[in-house]
């Protein structure tokens, strides 16, 4: 009995003795990993100045340009036209063709899709062509037969793969639009609009194998089973005319006249624009390009430290400065104040609304360790953890985020011992 008795309070002592070990001597991660994040608007409103650059006089029947990114509209007209749009139509099948089937699959030419009109890659019935290939032939040939041969051989047939591209347009939210072919050949049916089409080409160059297609200037062919070998060269002249563009689509027919779909980026700012029936295409694709680039500017949105949120540290001590001891009150919920702590500068308009949000836990679990934890000479994110992210936003889209760090420490409250609070009692 007396064994079992010296053995109870020889393990009471050692685990009493274990709780005073914590220190900021020994990090621990904050346990916001343990926590379901919540996006929370804290600030908003900040607002910058109106644009003063002037408009370029643009010859087009429509036209629209786009902000890629946010899909903020920063110049057009007429752009909910519903008009014919010629080949430029082909940027949508390309898309379709590329999610709805693999760059390597070997495609027999349909007779129907051989004999198909109009500019051509002189395709022939039978003949096994790689996908990749024909998406190529598409886009830069802007070869009808192998706009119906890639239909044909997703769905069968032309019908029903322009449901398919129907489907996509609604997805994307193209409300001017129509499609009843994979090549744009004119019909009453077949419509869309520039601010559509510019829509559809921001979302379309997003995309890594259509991007790279559409930025190529020539291409050639990988014959599969004796096929013929063909070379095309790309009928976007803006690709030679400006090494912003990073690529597009030409559109010619009586019906729809001049066509043409074109992305631009500069410092990782990319435009995408439209235009309509305009026999000075080149040309003011260019002015609006440069019209849509003068109006961002590297703007400082926010200074390091400049943003602050303060989140409940549970189980925390109410003495922060002190590792333990009977001064420390439990129950108490201390506050760490969590900022950012590098400026965050971001190429925007001069006029776009600014917000913020945050990510951040409803609360953390002492201990949390700041930034005035570490020594200022040793101070590095790398050995600290974020306690939350903070996005901002121009025009409701997110332009920047940075992660937010504790700035100042909240220690584990350590109830006092039994031999603690014995021995403080005989000092008193």
């Not at 802007?142 to 239909?151: H, K, M, R």
């Not at 009453?188 to 609009?193: D, G």
């Not at 540290?313 to 590792?323: E, F």
């Amino acid at each position: 009995m007396k064994k079992a008795v010296v053995l109870l309070i020889f393990v009471l002592i050692f685990f009493n003795s274990c709780a005073h070990i914590a220190s900021k001597d020994t990090y621990l991660p904050c346990a916001c990993a343990y926590c379901d994040f919540e996006r929370q608007n804290v600030i908003s409103g900040i607002s910058g100045v109106s644009e003063t650059v002037a408009v370029p006089h643009i010859y087009a029947r429509s036209y629209c340009l786009m902000d890629a990114d946010s899909g903020a509209l920063l110049l057009s007209n007429n752009m909910n036209a519903r008009l014919p749009i010629a080949s430029t139509t082909k940027i949508m099948t390309a898309i379709v063709a590329i999610e709805n089937s693999s760059p390597d699959e070997i495609v027999t030419i349909d007779k129907a899709a051989a004999g198909t009109e109009g500019s051509s890659a002189y395709l022939y019935a039978g003949e096994k062509v790689l996908m990749l290939d024909l998406i190529y032939a598409l886009m830069l040939q802007s070869a009808n037969d192998a706009a119906a041969a890639i239909a044909i051989h997703i769905s069968g047939s032309i019908q029903d793969f322009a449901a398919l591209m129907n489907e996509k347009a609604a997805d994307l939210g193209m409300k001017n639009t129509h499609f009843t072919n994979p090549h744009g050949l004119h019909n009453q049916n077949h419509y869309s609009s520039a601010y559509d089409m510019s829509l559809l080409l921001s979302y379309a160059i997003k995309n890594e194998l259509f991007a790279l297609v559409a930025s190529a200037k020539s291409y050639r062919t990988h014959p599969v089973e004796k096929s013929t070998e063909r070379f095309f060269s790309n009928h976007n002249r803006l690709l030679h005319l400006s090494q912003e563009c990073i690529g597009g689509k030409t559109g010619y027919t009586k019906n729809a006249g001049r066509c043409l779909a074109s992305a631009f980026r500069r410092d990782g700012k990319t435009l995408c624009l439209m235009t309509i029936d305009d026999g000075n295409d080149w040309n003011d694709h260019l002015s609006l390009a440069a019209y849509g680039f003068s109006l961002y500017n590297d703007i400082e949105l926010l200074a390091a430290e400049g943003f602050k949120l303060d989140i409940p540290v549970v189980g925390a001590a109410t003495n922060t400065s002190a590792g333990n001891g009977s001064d420390q009150v439990a129950g108490a919920h201390n506050y760490i104040t969590a900022t950012n702590l590098i400026s965050v500068t971001a190429c925007i308009r001069s006029s776009s609304k600014i917000t913020f949000s945050a990510e951040a836990p409803h609360f953390l679990y002492a201990p949390v360790y700041g930034i005035d934890s570490f020594p200022a000479d040793a101070l590095s994110t790398a050995a600290m953890h974020p306690v939350g992210i903070l996005i901002i936003n121009a025009d409701g889209y997110p332009v920047a985020e940075v992660p937010l760090y504790a700035r100042n420490t909240a220690l584990l409250y350590i109830k006092p011992s039994f031999w603690h609070k014995l021995f403080k009692i005989k000092e008193d």
